[in-house]
């Protein structure tokens, strides 16, 4: 593989209508989860990707698995349990620019995963394992499996790739801070949010954020800034990456993994940090301007088209 994703994916309920929640009375249903999403933005992207987890023996994890298989991402590494269920959660989009999320996802079997549910043969073949911070807060024993992977993978000279994507609603502050920061240590790339950055510091300057990813130990880190754009840092240079403009977003959810997914495929495919950044940035512009976690994750020729400046309304 070129790259191995750990952590859950669930099924995910819209109201067809803006408003309170409470006033739906029908639904899309569509499939998310943020290593997922990675997942599949690598696959979009060209890329041989594998993803982790576990299911509900359901027709919810059936469709899931479906889902991931379609999109051409290896499945081969999840596990249906009989006796939990699938996870789900509902987005409730308020008003423009305005989404809340209601997670249904505790005792799911994704948060049953354990170390001994992993593979080392399989972990020992990949070039990056992509991991975030929502994994090992849905259980202790995610969280153990989320540290055995990255030994797993460390030992066999991966390169770990941790993206913070801090989820509040899943566990209390102080035990987020420590084991998030206990992730920074080990990853040798961090791409956190500015919002993230500055739960995890006390500190809201992207330069001296920076820094302080680095001093973790980290050799890259990538600091998300939204609209603006992304800084990147290493010890040896840092600079900003401007973002490219939206006419309107569209559904905000999913822009970090698509960034994410377009980061990796730039190192993946040898291109300096600037420009794997500027690729990040394109993907997740893409993402926003479609509803739907995975909807709006771009083929490689969309973008390259918004690289080049070339995008059309129509193709004819």
Known sequence: MDVVTLGESMVVFTPTSDGFMRNASQFTKKIGGAESNVAVGLARLGHKVGWISKLGDDEFGKAVLASLKGENVDISQVIFDTEAPTGIYFKEPRRQNSTRVYYYRKGSAASK???????????????YLHITGITPALSESCQETVFEAIRLGKQ????????????TKLWDEETARDTLLKMAKEADIVLPGIAEGEFLFGESDPHKLGRLFLAQGAKVVVLKMGAEGAYFFTEKESALIPGFPVKQVVDPVGAGDGFAAGFLSGLLDGLELGKAVERANAVGALVTMVNGDVDGLPERDEVEQILNKNSEDVVR
């Not at 995963?113 to 070039?127: A, C, E, M, V």
Request: hydrophobic content about 25%; cysteine-free.
């Open 156 to 167: 066999n000279g991966s390169t770990i790739v941790f993206d913070p994507n801090l989820r």
């Open 113 to 127: 995963l354990s170390p001994t549910d992993l593979n080392p043969d399989y972990l020992s073949k990949t070039k």
